[in-house]
């Protein structure tokens, strides 16, 4: 079993930046992607960011590119998502998922998720 840990969200102007953690008990992520996802009322889950542990190669969605950043800590077991020039529409609940297989944008395909954490965006 994989337990995740959000942290690092709250509220913050737009042209704001905000850090994520994604933290993880149980066992390391090597040889896991980890990936962020964000939500708002009335809409679906959707996909953020991903890395892949082992290889760190990073996918994205196109509205978040060139302005969030995942990365990893490979001595700290956590997962980072850096968001820069923040926008009201980025205004979600954000969380971590991890996964033994590769990175996908298919929701259902994670197994393992963190309970989230807000991010709000003032404009």
């Known amino acids: 079993q994989v337990q995740l840990v959000e942290a690092g969200g709250g509220l913050v102007q737009a042209g704001g930046s905000l850090r994520l953690s994604c933290a993880a008990s149980g066992r390391t992520f090597i040889s896991y992607v980890v990936g962020w996802f964000r939500q708002t009322p009335g809409k679906e889950r959707e996909f953020v960011a991903a890395i892949n542990w082992n290889s760190g190669r990073t996918v994205y969605v196109d509205s978040v590119k060139g302005r969030f950043t995942i990365s990893r800590d490979n001595a700290k077991n956590t997962v980072y998502l850096q968001m820069n020039s923040l926008k009201p529409e980025d205004t979600a609940v954000y969380c971590c998922?991890?996964?033994?297989?590769?990175?996908?944008?298919?929701?259902?395909?994670?197994?393992?998720w963190g309970q989230g954490t807000q991010v709000t965006v003032s404009s």
């Open positions: 998922a991890a996964d033994s297989r590769g990175i996908t944008t298919v929701i259902n395909r994670w197994t393992y």
